[in-house]
């Protein structure tokens, strides 16, 4: 494997050897290293010193099920500390074929030059790297410049691309790539660095992996039955039916019997429509419509959990792929919204212009909050939308996300830490998931570590403290591996297994404690990043209204205690 | 007393009207939940539902109420902190 440095004001391509230290690491915790070692953590984060890491897990490579996944990092401009989104599709399984152990894009492209559009194309492949304008792809949404890519680079390629969020470098774009099927629906979504993509003039980045191949295995018998292990106890697991079949729009009447679904602009944690945005009227409505649509879907090749969707409408035609929990949360109950097809059309609006839909959901109920549209209206949600894609000043600000809506439209009630928009768990009715909003590196950040899952009281605050802590250091590790967090299922049955597949692939001896000490590295090089560049004990804080306001039907208020918070990462 | 049950994911019961997933009971006075299970034939292998009534997790020794709502939600198994936080 080979550390690929792009430096894009050069327009240069040097393939190094992979540094002593960094080789441990894949994934998150790869770019965490990297971030720390090359960025200056005060720099501005659309300037010419950040720099965008693309890197593959550790695990990554091999087709192991729910195991492909893609880190991409940088320093983030919405929250302006350390960030990391993660992704499935195929990037990651590209980037490991040409032997990538990760991608750093240093600098910026110029605006003029071969580009009359100010855009640029990145081409990767075994003899190198090539600099191409992007002027016939260059403001188009995210569907069109796919199919524009695909038709100029041939369909076996890889794709991460910026839409016109990214283009227009708003702190809520995102960063897509292709899934198995070549549909661009694979976000690494959260913290604005498809902005950063943008500011280096980049709109897209073609792995052409032709002549590559997988990663060679230090033990491949040991691998293989390793492999064999996980998945048949990926396949066995009661989880992974329940999640084939219904997705990750299950947790909609899951949150909603905790008292946990954000509703209105986070005003309630149960809504009365949840039922006609629940994974199982989902499913019932797939079923009924047919056509196009699938209630099961992998994003990435040899999944065997296929937890993704496609959601088509009344005609048998795709509005939207996938429609995910965490989209039917931010742009349905948030907004009062209690119809899937309605959201369907937010979702694939947000996603063709390239942006966090969980971002713009909450930007969009503070915006409802402020009276620019009302609960429950998704006709005006769509109208606000379009302002976004016109690139009206209103747009531009929606475009920024929840607290840049919030401050400008004069909103209290903004649910964000350290600037970015919280996930669809309220912080006041699932308060492990609400502790680590507040103290993950990586802002309001449900991935990080979510606890809605676990056998604990979710309205008590104390108990919660180590289930956060045990999350978000699970959580790193797998973001470091690359491995999905529904691996989770398989790896838990049999957690040797994680060491077992690391030591057959990559001849190390590492112990069956592998996960945590990835996940608790990772969690420390990323708050000493955030440390250099400015942030307190302050900045671990849930927004003031939520120690106060009562959040029905459990009248329930954030009550984690500062002294408790603040020991978070004291192992 | 009558209690409302949800039934979440695979638990829903099929019939011939299409998916159950929201009933009401009658159990006798001093019912548990674990007597609730047993009418449902559902028996949860080690933490594999979670069981929630009025919004908070129990376990199968809580006594019922009259007007209850219960969910029971598959859920992955193993309970040790460790373990929390995996999936969305």
């Not at chain 1, 429509?273 to 090749?301: D, N, Q, W, Y």
């Not at chain 1, 979510?450 to 919660?464: P, Q, S």
């Amino acid at each position: 494997m080979e550390v690929w440095r792009v430096n894009l004001a050069e327009q240069s391509l040097k393939r190094e050897p992979v540094p002593e230290s960094w080789s441990r690491f894949g994934g998150r915790g790869l770019s965490a290293r990297i971030l720390l070692d090359e960025v200056p953590p005060t720099c501005e984060p659309l300037g010419p010193h950040n720099k965008l890491i693309f890197a593959p897990g550790l695990l990554t490579g091999h087709v192991l099920t729910s195991c492909d996944r893609l880190s991409v990092g940088a320093k983030s401009p919405l929250t302006r500390g350390i960030k990391e989104a993660n992704a499935g599709g195929s990037t990651g399984l590209h980037m490991t074929n040409m032997g990538m152990k990760a991608l750093i894009l240093e600098k910026e492209l110029p605006a003029n030059g071969k580009t009359k559009s100010g855009w640029w194309v990145l081409h990767l492949s075994l003899t190198g790297a090539r600099f191409e304008p992007a002027d016939d792809v260059a403001g188009l949404g995210v569907h069109d410049a796919t199919e524009k890519l695909l038709a100029r680079y041939g369909k076996k390629v890889g794709i991460a691309l910026i839409g016109p969020g990214g283009e227009m470098r708003l702190s809520a774009a995102g960063i897509q790539n292709l899934d198995k099927d070549n549909l661009p629906s694979r976000m690494a979504g959260r913290g604005g660095l498809g902005a950063v993509m943008g500011a280096k003039r980049l709109k897209a980045i073609v792995f052409d992996d032709a002549g590559g191949k997988k990663p060679s295995l230090a033990n491949a018998e040991a691998f293989k039955a390793a492999q064999k292990k996980f998945t048949k106890n990926t396949l066995e697991h009661p989880q992974t039916k329940g999640f084939h079949d219904y997705g990750t729009p299950a947790m909609v009447r899951m949150t909603n019997a905790f008292g946990g679904l954000p509703t209105r602009n986070f005003s309630s944690g149960v809504f009365e429509g949840a039922e006609t945005i629940s994974g199982e009227f989902m499913r019932e409505v797939l079923l009924k419509r047919g056509g196009e649509s699938e209630p099961s879907h992998a994003c990435m090749a040899g999944c065997v959990i296929q937890c993704s969707n496609v959601y088509g409408g009344e005609d048998g035609k795709a509005i939207v792929a996938p429609l995910e929990y965490e989209t039917i949360g931010l742009m349905g109950s948030n907004l009062g919204i209690p119809d899937l097809d309605a959201v369907a059309r937010l979702n694939w609006e947000a996603s063709d212009l390239g942006l966090d839909a969980i971002e713009i959901g909450a930007a969009l109920g503070v915006a409802a909050e402020a009276g620019l549209m009302k609960f429950g209206d998704g006709t005006r949600a769509l109208e606000l939308m379009r302002e976004i894609r016109q690139a009206t000043p209103l747009g531009r600000i929606l475009g920024h996300g929840a607290t840049m809506t919030g401050r400008v439209l004069g909103v209290l009630r903004v649910p964000a830490v350290k600037g970015q928009a919280m996930a669809a768990y309220e912080p006041r009715g699932i308060k492990g998931t609400g502790t680590t909003y507040v103290t993950s590196p990586q802002g309001a950040d449900h991935t990080a570590g979510n606890t809605v899952r676990a056998k604990v009281d979710h309205l008590d605050a104390k108990a919660n403290i180590a289930i956060s802590r045990g999350a978000q250091i699970n959580s790193a590790g797998f973001d470091t591996l690359g491995a999905c967090l529904f691996a989770g299922f398989g790896f838990m049955t049999a957690p040797e297994v994680i060491s077992e597949l690391l030591n057959a692939r990559y001849g190390w001896q590492v112990g069956t404690d592998i996960l945590q000490l990835l996940g608790k590295e990772t969690l420390t090089l990323e708050r000493e990043f955030n440390r250099r560049a400015g942030f307190t004990a302050a900045d671990d804080r849930i927004p003031e209204y939520m120690r106060t306001e009562p959040l029905p039907p459990h009248n329930a208020v954030f009550d984690a205690t500062d002294e408790d918070l603040d020991g978070m990462f004291n192992w | 007393m009558r209690v409302t049950v949800h039934l979440h994911t695979v638990l829903q019961r099929k019939t011939p009207e299409g998916m159950l997933r929201q009933l009401e009971m009658m159990l006798p006075p001093a019912g548990t939940l674990g007597d609730l299970l047993r009418t449902l034939d559902i028996t949860p292998q080690g933490d594999a539902i979670l069981l929630v009534v009025n919004g908070r997790q129990v376990d199968v020794t809580q006594p019922l109420s009259e007007g209850d709502e219960i969910h029971l939600i598959p859920a992955l198994s193993g309970g040790a902190p460790h373990h929390a936080g995996l999936a969305d």
